[in-house]
Nanobody
């Protein structure tokens, strides 16, 4: 029933921008915090950002702070990640994840559903 479908990934040059989207269905979207994580080839999963269910505040990993912005449109059941000033180190599969409650987590635990991911490649 719960589905999370990411889109918006692709190829970008260093310093460029991409906007990722996550379409959610099968649950009361506004009642749950949401999160983005990423996984580079051969590396472990890395937490990127999380946002409250009502969107009142958000948190970021140090590696993306000041460059990425997480947001949501609860009327449309959509989660977004605006990525600016991209770096080659941002190359990864970006995964949309549903938190178990309305409070966001800044870790890799506390999730119950996630999508298949969308690939972001940053290269000159």
């Amino acid at each position: 029933q719960v589905q999370l479908v990411e889109s918006g990934g692709g190829l970008a040059q260093p310093g460029g921008s991409l906007r990722l989207s996550c379409a959610a269905s099968g649950f009361t979207f506004s009642s749950y915090a949401m999160s983005w994580a990423r996984q580079a080839p051969g590396k472990g999963l890395e937490w990127v950002s999380s946002i409250y269910g009502d969107g009142r505040d958000a948190y970021y990993a140090d590696s993306v702070k000041g460059r990425f912005t997480i947001s949501r449109d609860n009327a449309k059941n959509m989660l977004y990640l605006q990525m600016n000033n991209l770096k080659p180190e941002d190359t990864a599969l970006y995964i949309c994840r549903k938190v178990r409650g309305p409070q966001p987590t800044m870790s890799l635990t506390g999730y119950d559903y996630w999508g298949q991911g969308t690939q972001v490649t940053v290269s000159s």
